[in-house]
């Protein structure tokens, strides 16, 4: 890909290098290592445009990275603190199977797939009434404080994405 097929985001971003080594070579993201671009808070690398020409779904952006708080300190806090909470008690982890790593994981509250009734996961039913408390307040906190600012984030910037997601 040429450094003129390049697009350039809003923010008047240019051709950074780490945006053509992104592109032209391996996908390796870290997120502590993109460039901060302090000006605006907002680093995007765009997705290539020949990408785009093949399949219209696809988002216009490959990584999108805000600098700028999306979501208050405190809020952050209390997320924290809900996990540390959630970390010290006796949380039951599922049994590692064919369908599950072996990496300690769990489904939290509520969960749908592709699903008109959603349901209560088996990871949230069978943990004490202890944990079940703190488990509560991890997701309650997402869904009040943090998912509100990601989805008015992917409308803003990934409009097609929210559209289908919204359906």
């Known amino acids: 890909m040429?450094?003129?097929?390049?697009?350039?985001?809003?923010?008047g971003l240019t051709?950074?290098?780490?945006?053509?080594?992104?592109?032209?070579?391996?996908?390796?993201?870290?997120?502590?290592?993109?460039?901060?671009?302090?000006?605006?808070?907002?680093?995007?690398?765009?997705?290539?445009?020949?990408?785009?020409?093949?399949?219209?779904?696809?988002?216009?952006?490959?990584?999108?990275?805000?600098?700028?708080?999306?979501?208050?300190?405190?809020?952050?806090?209390a997320l924290l603190r809900?996990?540390?909470?959630?970390?010290?008690?006796?949380?039951?982890?599922?049994?590692?199977?064919?369908?599950?790593?072996?990496t300690p994981a769990l489904h939290l509250g509520i969960w749908q797939l592709y699903n008109a009734d959603p349901y209560i996961t088996g990871d949230s039913r069978h943990q004490s009434e202890e944990v079940i408390v703190a488990m509560d307040k991890f997701p309650r906190i997402i869904q009040e404080y943090i998912a509100p600012k990601v989805k008015k984030l992917l409308k803003q910037y990934y409009p097609q994405q929210y559209n289908r997601q919204m359906r």
């Not at 040429?2 to 809003?10: F, G, M, P, Q, V």
């Not at 809900?82 to 072996?102: G, I, N, Y």
């Open 2 to 11: 040429s450094k003129k097929n390049l697009r350039t985001s809003e923010q």
């Open 82 to 102: 809900a996990w540390e909470e959630l970390s010290q008690l006796d949380v039951q982890f599922p049994k590692a199977d064919k369908t599950r790593s072996a």
């Open 15 to 77: 051709n950074h290098p780490y945006i053509l080594n992104f592109i032209l070579g391996p996908p390796l993201i870290v997120p502590r290592n993109l460039p901060s671009v302090i000006e605006t808070g907002r680093f995007f690398i765009p997705t290539p445009l020949d990408i785009l020409a093949k399949n219209d779904l696809h988002p216009p952006y490959l990584v999108a990275r805000f600098d700028w708080q999306v979501v208050k300190k405190s809020v952050t806090n």
